[in-house]
């Protein structure tokens, strides 16, 4: 079993970890606004454009995070 604080996969482990992140947060993001609710204290219009793209990046570190370890 490798070790889980090895120095040479961190990398990997951290892109992995951050595209997940990005996934998540986004298509949370996207879900909530395909049902119409908005946080109470956002400013500004939700930016469907910007969601989808950070989605797209959000996949291709995770994979690329995947296929590293």
Same mark, same amino acid.
């Given at each position: 079993?490798?070790d889980?604080?090895?120095?040479d996969?961190l990398?990997?482990? !951290?892109?992995l970890?951050? &595209?997940l992140?990005l #996934?998540a947060g986004? &298509?949370?993001? !996207?879900?909530?606004?395909?049902?119409?609710?908005?946080?109470?204290?956002a400013?500004g219009a939700?930016?469907? *454009?910007?969601?989808?793209?950070?989605? #797209?990046? *959000?996949? #291709?570190?995770t994979?690329? *995070?995947?296929?590293?370890?």
């Amino acid at each position: 079993m490798p070790d889980i604080f090895d120095f040479d996969s961190l990398f990997a482990q !951290m892109t992995l970890a951050l &595209g997940l992140a990005l #996934v998540a947060g986004n &298509g949370f993001a !996207m879900y909530k606004h395909a049902r119409g609710e908005h946080p109470a204290d956002a400013e500004g219009a939700f930016r469907p *454009g910007r969601a989808r793209f950070l989605l #797209v990046v *959000g996949v #291709v570190m995770t994979v690329w *995070g995947a296929i590293s370890l």
